[in-house]
């Protein structure tokens, strides 16, 4: 059974740090793909970071450059998404998401197509970053 599961959301002020983590099952952890998506209330899911399983080569939207990193510990099958500098537009519910489809290769986080993609999806963890 592929299961993801989130954890280190919180509420922060404007330019603090959070840290997030998603633990994956032996199963989830077979994939092509990993990523951190989010959804703020009364808008469309969003791709953040993307990263290739094999190679470790990482992919960010625009508006968290220089800002996030995502990282991946293969030994502990855990996905991070380190958050630095945070502002109010960085809040939303954050999910981690799995690729079991090599076509993940080809999208980077701003393509819509992305999000069809992604097979497997944790339960999500709030980030609420406060002025």
């Known amino acids: 059974q592929v299961q993801l599961v989130e954890s280190g959301g919180n509420s922060v002020q404007a330019g603090g740090s959070l840290r997030l983590s998603c633990a994956a099952s032996r199963d989830a952890y077979s994939n092509y793909c990993m990523g951190w998506f989010r959804q703020a209330p009364g808008k469309e899911r969003d791709g953040v970071a993307t990263i290739i399983s094999r190679g470790d080569r990482t992919y960010y939207t625009d508006s968290v450059k220089g800002r996030f990193t995502i990282s991946q510990d293969n030994a502990k099958r855990t996905l991070y998404l380190q958050m630095n500098s945070l502002e109010p537009e960085d809040t939303a519910m954050y999910y981690c998401?799995?690729?079991?489809?090599?076509?993940?290769?080809?999208?980077?986080?701003?393509?819509?197509?992305?999000?069809?993609?992604?097979?497997?999806w944790g339960q999500g963890t709030q980030v609420t970053v406060s002025s």
């Open positions: 998401a799995a690729s079991f489809n090599v076509g993940c290769y080809g999208f980077g986080p701003d393509d819509r197509r992305l999000l069809g993609l992604y097979n497997a």
